[in-house]
């Protein structure tokens, strides 16, 4: 079965090449046969693709540690799910699954766009499979999965204990994924540079695949977020690390794209901006694959040191000078239809959100690489930690808040002084009041104030859009839950982009709360002993210690009194697996509440039954994950087929106070 593997990647890396070739001569010389055989390529890569894969879960599967990679990353005590789960755990899997399901998504557009599109199409495909082939080249050449051990071995290694969590079941493949998805619009917007069809339709034939590349994305970067807090054992969620702020850059620059194409859809302005945005978003891509792959950079999330850098490095260089090239050559033919008329403006608001997150992303990618930038020129890595992120990012976010709020309440190209009155006073009247009422619970600092008051103000001016939409068709006749469903289906765009803001307001809200009011006490307890923080009581019982299938455990059970009340008992561990002794991993103990979470972790013990315990508060963080499925909830709206709009007479909108879309 090995052997079969490796013989589909080798053809696979064949059939790309000839997908390229033919797919270029078939649409410089406009031949049909070509431009088909092309297509066909591409449809043989995605079948040889999915062949390779089946073959090395097969090989997880049936324990077939003759292989290699098989036998590094599994062993027979793994339960199914984390078997097949190794299909991706390490370097040669997870380029196997990226180039997968790249080959899958690229078989999912020529399908989907075979008869449409058709000056495009053959350069979406050429660019596609030259994507793929630069994977398949590593995978055939520098880290092939399918090596085969001079040997068979009675039993694999097994995974790392950090990875043999649920978290290995959504995470890496949702992050892969997310980094893979943007290669189809950096694909369609090469394939409008090259041809010079540089109008609007290369973004309507890519909406909702860079709102599929952002959803999922963004969603990978908050599973990871989940998965650090209950794995890794230090009470937070995001570090800085730079595999971390790696996968955040792109999502951040794809944010900055699918607001500012709008401009370009409705305005015919932005045009060099939107197809800047695309390349550095994939470029981003590349580059936090990059990140993982070579070890240049020390972080908890990456791989050993690899030979993959330089690789990684030369295909990023080579589709930079490319990419960037193409669009110098057509900068001429890239002007505006319009100019901006007023700051005061939607246009306005959406290109200062833009810049702002580009200000996030660069001090993020400068702190990031700053380590690299120091060796080469001092000899020595110096690195900055969450301080330098919190003081530069942190304000820049905030910024990012407001404008959340701002630019929906702002029309299109110019806006009176009764149009802001009448849109931001009720917002804003909502957010002083908010802000009070924290003042008199006892919320005192300056920033978290600050930062809540702009989360009330984004909250208050959403619900306000949804209530005046709403109340729209409830004065045509419609009772109140048909028109609000109505008004989400009349322009799921724009809508499920307002529910998009709300599940990211609960996530700054969340994080506000567990940056600014965290509680910690590292402590020591005996059996019988009781500590306090905040509105936890905690008593310690036991220490214990047994040995399971494939791994030694040792855990303390606490009794948890919140509040006065007896809440429960949490048993934080520590786990020593086989093959793993010297590396224990932590088994957070966690209670969650609508207010906070009790994070406890079993630092060590002593002979006398000791525990020595970290024990964290973190308050409000349940909404993080609460905004997260907020977000996703959001991004399908959004990417939903648009119904038939049920359109209102504007004269009604108009006397109702609506504000309306026209155009």
């Known amino acids: 079965m090995a052997d079969l593997g490796t013989v589909a990647l080798l053809v696979a890396a064949a059939a790309a090449l000839y997908g390229i070739l033919t797919s270029v001569l078939g649409a410089a010389r406009q031949n049909p046969v070509l431009i088909r055989s092309g297509r066909h390529a591409a449809l043989s890569v995605t079948a040889l693709m999915v062949v390779a894969a089946a073959v090395l879960i097969y090989s997880f599967v049936t324990h077939d540690y003759s292989v290699q990679y ?358 804003v009247a909502v957010a002083i009041f908010a802000t009070a009422g924290l003042l008199i619970v006892g919320v005192r600092l300056a920033p978290a104030l600050l930062a809540l008051f702009l989360c009330t103000f984004v909250l208050a001016t959403t619900v306000q859009e949804f209530v005046w939409g709403t109340r729209v068709r409830i004065r045509a006749g419609q009772n109140p839950v048909v028109a609000f469903v109505n008004l989400v289906r009349s322009n799921r765009r724009r809508y499920g982009g307002y529910v998009v803001h709300i599940g990211i307001i609960l996530i700054a809200i969340a994080v506000t709360g567990s940056q600014f009011y965290q509680l910690e006490n590292n402590t020591a307890l005996k059996p019988g002993q009781t500590m306090t923080i905040g509105r936890y009581d905690l008593t310690m019982g036991q220490l214990h210690e047994a040995a399971f299938p494939g791994y030694r455990q040792v855990w303390v059970d606490l009794s948890v009194r919140r509040d006065g009340q007896l809440a429960g008992t949490i048993l934080p561990a520590k786990q020593f697996h086989t093959n793993f002794e010297s590396e224990p991993n932590s088994k957070v103990a966690l209670m969650t509440t609508p207010l906070d979470d009790l994070y406890v972790v079993l630092a060590g013990w002593q002979a006398d039954g000791t525990a020595n315990l970290f024990v964290f508060v973190n308050p409000l963080v349940v909404w993080l994950w609460v905004g997260g499925l907020v977000l996703l909830v959001g991004a399908l709206i959004t990417m939903w087929p648009e119904a038939e709009v049920v359109r209102v007479p504007v004269s009604r909108q108009v006397r109702e106070g609506a504000r309306v879309e026209v155009g």
Not at 162 to 190: K, N, T
Not at 229 to 254: C, I, K, R, S
């Open 70 to 427: 098989v036998a590094e990353h599994s062993s027979r005590e793994m339960s199914l799910p984390l078997t097949i789960a190794s299909f991706y755990s390490g370097q040669e899997g997870s380029l196997l699954y990226w180039a997968t399901m790249l080959s899958i998504y690229t078989g999912v557009v020529v399908w989907q766009n075979w008869r449409k599109n058709l000056a495009l199409m053959p350069y979406v495909t050429a660019i596609l499979l030259s994507i793929e082939t630069f994977f398949l080249l590593m995978l055939n050449f520098v880290s092939n999965p399918f090596v085969r051990l001079p040997f068979t071995a009675p039993d694999g290694l097994g995974l790392n204990p950090l990875l043999e969590d649920p978290g290995m079941l959504m995470h890496p493949p949702v992050l892969l994924g997310g980094y893979m998805s943007w290669s189809v619009p950096f694909a369609f917007a090469m394939a409008a540079l090259i041809t010079g069809q540089l109008g609007t339709e290369w973004i309507r034939s890519t909406r909702k695949y860079a709102l599929f590349a952002w959803a999922v994305l963004g969603m990978g970067n908050l599973l990871g977020m989940w998965w650090a807090y209950h794995v890794l054992g230090w009470g937070g969620y995001w570090g800085w690390d730079p595999v971390e702020n790696a996968a955040l850059m792109p999502w951040l620059v794809g944010t900055a794209y699918v607001h500012s194409v709008m401009i370009q859809e409705r305005r015919g302005m932005l045009k060099v901006w939107n197809l800047a945005l695309i390349i550095i978003t994939f470029n981003l891509s590349i580059f936090g694959t990059f990140i993982v792959r070579s070890g240049v950079l020390s972080s908890v999330h990456s791989f050993a040191e690899s030979s993959l850098g330089p690789y990684f490095f030369s295909f990023l260089a080579l589709s930079l000078v490319f990419s960037l090239g193409w669009l110098f050559y057509r900068m001429p033919e890239l002007r505006g239809e319009h100019e901006f008329e007023s700051a005061l403006s939607r246009e306005a608001s959406f290109l200062l959100n833009n810049l702002i997150l580009l200000g996030i992303v660069f001090a993020t990618f400068w702190g990031s690489i700053f380590p690299l930038v120091t060796e080469a020129l001092k000899g020595v890595k110096l690195t900055v930690g969450p301080p330098f992120f919190d003081r530069v990012d942190g304000p820049l976010f905030l910024v990012l808040i407001a404008l959340m709020g701002i630019g929906p309440l702002m029309p299109w190209r110019r806006a009176s002084t009764s149009t802001l009155q009448r849109n931001f006073g009720i917002p």
